[in-house]
């Protein structure tokens, strides 16, 4: 919806494109800065895919856990298609740069059990299982601030 679209020099910035970095607003700005912290910590970790996403979900929301409560806006236990796609908008999340997926791709992967247009946490949890248990774990601490990196990815991309 053009409501919740970002402005098109956003989309620019956040795409790479700083010709027009003076139309943006501060709050623009910020999430441009915080775009390419993401971007920079990413690739300085060798994150891609699911990883790269769990990654910014965290940095972003503090934990995956987190994360699933921030899109579940209602308090429901589940996350509707309009929820997550408002909620990407919202946190300035250009999941295709970041991880390679557009987001309704990313919704299709977690909402499999059953397919109802709605993510359940326990659907969430299954989904990011894997990354939580292996090694990037501790990763996931890191990006929502622990281990002496600086406090929030806001802090660290002033």
Not at 23 to 49: F, R
């Amino acid at each position: 919806s053009p409501i919740l679209s970002p402005s098109a020099a956003l989309q620019k910035a956040l795409g790479g494109d700083f010709g027009e970095l003076d139309e943006l607003s501060e709050q623009d700005l910020a999430a441009v800065a915080e775009h390419q912290q993401l971007e920079e910590e990413l690739q300085g970790l060798d994150l891609t895919g699911i990883q790269a996403l769990a990654y910014v979900l965290a940095a972003k929301c503090g934990s995956l856990r987190k994360a699933f409560k921030w899109f579940d806006m209602n308090r429901k236990g589940r996350i509707a298609q309009v929820a997550w796609d408002t909620g990407m908008c919202l946190l300035r999340i250009d999941t295709v740069r970041l991880t390679g997926f557009q987001p309704t791709d990313i919704f299709g992967m977690i909402d499999i059990d059953p397919r109802d247009g709605l993510i359940t946490k326990s659907e969430w949890k299954a989904f990011f299982k894997a990354v939580e248990e292996g090694s990037l774990g501790d990763v996931l601490k890191t990006a929502a601030g622990g281990a002496g990196q600086g406090g929030t990815l806001a802090d660290r991309s002033a």
